[in-house]
């Protein structure tokens, strides 16, 4: 990690900042989709789980999935959250 820490120091043009800048996001994009599908695997309509909320946990209910997120009925309401951040029960 150090070594490309190094590298990107001694880029000198904005174009070549430019394309590093690309690749970092396409990169982080792909690792975002990687452990939305991972998590998008383990939970189902129906799962009990518990989603971390400033300081507390909240408790819901799965009540449709998407892509990367979550609808989560919890006290009868309807939040949507990121899958990466859902915890199974």
Known sequence: M???I???NKI???QDMNAVIDALKTKRASLR???ARA???KFSIGDKVTIPSKGRILEGV???IQI???TVRIDGDLYR???TILEAV
């Open 62 to 64: 799965i009540h449709h």
């Open 6 to 8: 190094n590298q990107i």
């Open 12 to 14: 000198d043009n904005m």
């Open 68 to 70: 990367k997120n979550a």
């Open 33 to 35: 989709t990687e452990l």
């Open 39 to 41: 998590a998008r695997a």
């Open 2 to 4: 150090r070594k490309i």
């Open 81 to 83: 959250c990121p899958l």
